[in-house]
């Protein structure tokens, strides 16, 4: 039983490092094709207004 206990938190962890990878994977992506402020839905023109 506790053996499969230690596999199951592990495949849990790897799974967690796996979802942040992703993560910063999409984030660089963004970055790098110029597009983060409209995939995060972010308008410069409205925040020079100070609309949302």
């Known amino acids: 039983m506790i053996q ?7 495949a849990r962890s790897t799974e967690v ?3 942040s990878s992703y993560v910063k994977a999409r984030a660089a992506l963004s970055r790098a094709t110029g597009s ?3 995939d995060n839905r972010i308008s410069v ?4 207004k100070g609309s949302k």
């Open 4 to 10: 499969y206990e230690s596999l199951l938190a592990q």
């Open 17 to 19: 490092a796996a979802e």
């Open 36 to 38: 983060i402020l409209d």
């Open 45 to 48: 023109a409205a925040a020079e």
